[in-house]
């Protein structure tokens, strides 16, 4: 019944439309309907457009980027610096994220995840925060991780990722140069 009054409708709406005015129209309609369904496709390939469902997220060449989930991206994105390893006062395995810098911007704040990538390659479910005020850093286990960052505050999107080897009992101290 429910699609009997949406052919209805259309019918109804697009009965003085153009041919071309009633293409646009359903590829939006379809797009909006895939985009309800599956999640940022569009009949025309990977769409850039889309609301943020209060998790940080970014959009690099139209791919959507989202920090919190332990999703790889299609490609590495940006470049993730290794600045140097430093030994420190208690003889603990940690991260210091440096900076994160934009090309086209400088210095910016920015969201980061990381994600420890087991042996079989997949990524633990269980990722941590860190952020790039104060240069702490947080407290990790050695080994491989998988980097997601985002930008916070610029009106356009730049993210990094990819892997990052964090060496045991040092302060390993990275810089992100995102894309």
């Not at 940006?78 to 994220?97: M, P, W, Y």
């Not at 104060?134 to 730049?158: F, H, L, Q």
């Amino acid at each position: 019944m429910v699609r009997f009054k949406l052919g209805l409708f259309l019918v109804i709406f697009l009965q003085g439309c153009t041919s071309t005015e009633v293409s646009r129209i359903t590829n939006g309609a379809v797009d909006g309907a895939l985009r309800e369904v599956v999640g940022n496709v569009s009949a025309t390939g990977v769409s850039g457009n889309s609301a943020s469902s209060g998790t940080q997220q970014s959009h690099v060449n139209k791919e959507r980027v989202w920090v919190a989930r332990p999703i790889r991206s299609s490609r590495d994105y940006g470049k993730i610096v290794t600045l140097e390893n430093r030994k420190n006062s208690r003889s603990q395995t940690k991260l210091v994220l440096d900076s994160c810098i934009s090309a086209r911007i400088g210095p910016i704040d920015c969201t980061v995840y990381v994600y420890e990538v087991a042996a079989d390659g997949r990524l633990v479910a269980k990722g941590h925060s860190i952020r790039n005020q104060g240069g702490t850093g947080i407290v990790i286990a050695s080994g491989t991780y998988y980097v997601k960052a985002v930008n916070n505050i610029s009106r356009e999107d730049y993210a990094t990722t990819g892997t990052l080897k964090v060496e045991p009992f040092v302060s390993n101290f990275v810089r992100l140069e995102l894309e």
